[in-house]
């Protein structure tokens, strides 16, 4: 008793020992999405995307208004020798040149500009929808980032369910062995009964291994997205993970066509391409402006000049555009028709996703149906074989498959219960829904 009462607290104590030295963080699933978009690079340069595209549009609108431009100048000037022929008198003596030592000039200048063929109003356009493009894009971004954090929170889960009950069954097939080591002794079974039952428990360690081996991989690819501690430890629960009801299941690509951002970004894009030829076109017409000043001018000893103003229209027009500007015209013209084709593949790449999602989620549905019905079959057949090999009617082999079936059909039940889930989710994202989910679970 001393013995077993020892091995007993060095377990437990060991147990919090390792409790303590890893401890385990948990989150649900909206609070890992969340966090990723708050925290994950790839947000974090689309948001900064989405600046630069409005500070270029706003730079844009800028140009529709006056240009103003104030100078001056201070020269010192040297005496120089000045023999002014023109400057004589009638007997032939020239009269004294005044000392000129220096200058000072200052102009007020502005130009508001009045018609350039279109070009300032369309290129407010085009940038107008190149940053509702960029927009859409970052929300695309969001869709794709809320998109991996479920594929590896999915994952983890999986691998966590998984070992728990590989350690379940592990703990039956190391009672067995000890079992099979006793009976063996006394000649109640033979010793291959017993080596089959060790190499069973060995295969089970293979696996145990091997899982943990990826839920390692898998909790840091999703620590690293999260910009979590290199060493926190997550734990996903059940009910922050399998416990909801799965509600407007998309049925079409119609959802798609409508709310999936990539695609409307290149809408938008084909937009701005659209007007990127009407500014090509604007170079066959004149650019009027009004233009107008105001000069200050004086030169010592010789000239003052003040309220110099002077107002007019300016207008200019770049003739070589004529020959020239069609190659530019046709550019612009080619640009849009890839957008547009753009468009038309990424349609029909959408509508594949959207098909495959649909019979995959589908297929997540029936899989559950029937590996629920198997782990119930799994369990009653290896309570009957476990009665007829007590009983001396079924041998051992019987008994270990009949194990390794009920184990097989219960990790399935619970992965195929994790990947329905999963297909939800990948249904919702392929028809541009899944963000906002997760923004109305914010809410």
């Given at each position: ?440 679970a914010q809410k």
């Amino acid at each position: 008793m001393k013995v077993s009462q020892f091995v007993f607290y060095g377990i437990f104590f060991i147990g919090i020992s390792s409790v303590n030295a890893q401890e385990k963080t948990s989150l649900t699933l909206n609070e890992a999405i969340n966090l990723a978009w708050a925290k994950s690079n790839e947000v974090t340069l689309a948001n900064t995307k989405v600046k630069t595209k409005k500070y270029e549009l706003q730079s844009t609108k800028n140009n529709q208004y006056p240009d103003v431009k104030l100078s001056g100048q201070y020269q010192r000037l040297a005496n120089a020798n000045i023999n002014f022929k023109l400057n004589q008198n009638n007997n032939g003596s020239q009269q004294a040149i005044p000392v000129v030592d220096q200058l000072m000039i200052g102009q007020l200048n502005a130009s508001l500009p009045i018609f350039s063929g279109f070009k300032i109003r369309n290129s407010i356009v085009v940038y107008e929808n190149l940053y509702q493009a960029e927009m859409a894009t970052s929300s695309q971004t969001k869709e794709e980032i809320a998109s991996r954090v479920i594929d590896y929170y999915a994952s983890l889960y999986k691998a966590q369910k998984t070992i728990e009950l590989l350690k379940e069954n592990q703990k039956t097939a190391q009672q067995r062995v000890k079992d099979f080591i006793e009976l063996e002794k006394n000649g109640i079974i033979p010793r291959n009964d017993l080596l089959k039952s060790k190499l069973q428990t060995s295969k089970i360690q293979l696996s145990l291994d091997e899982t943990n081996n990826n839920l390692k991989i898998i909790n840091f690819y999703l620590v690293t997205l999260l910009k979590l501690e290199p060493n926190t430890k997550l734990e996903i629960r059940e009910a922050d993970f399998a416990d909801f009801q799965m509600t407007n299941v998309p049925t079409n690509e119609l959802p798609a066509l409508e709310n999936r951002k990539d695609l409307e970004a290149i809408r938008f894009q084909g937009k701005a391409s659209e007007a990127n030829i009407k500014i090509a076109k604007g170079s066959y017409y004149p650019s009027i402006a009004i233009v107008g000043g105001y000069t200050a001018l004086d030169l010592s000893n010789v000239i003052t000049v003040q309220n110099a103003m002077n107002i007019g229209v300016g207008i200019s027009y770049d003739l070589s555009a004529i020959l020239k500007n069609g190659t530019l015209v046709k550019l612009a013209e080619s640009k849009f028709l890839e957008v547009q084709n753009s468009e038309l593949v990424l349609t029909d790449y959408i509508k594949i996703q959207v098909k495959k999602a649909i019979e995959d989620y589908d297929l997540a549905l029936k899989q559950k149906v029937v590996y629920n019905e198997a782990a119930e079959q799994a369990t009653e057949n290896y309570r009957i074989v476990k009665d007829k090999y007590d009983n001396g009617l079924s041998d051992t082999n019987d008994l270990l498959e009949a194990d390794v079936e009920q184990l097989s059909s219960k990790i399935n039940t619970a992965l195929a219960k994790a990947n329905t889930i999963q297909k939800y989710y990948e249904l919702l994202s392929v028809t541009g829904q899944l963000s906002q989910t997760f923004n109305i679970a914010q809410k």
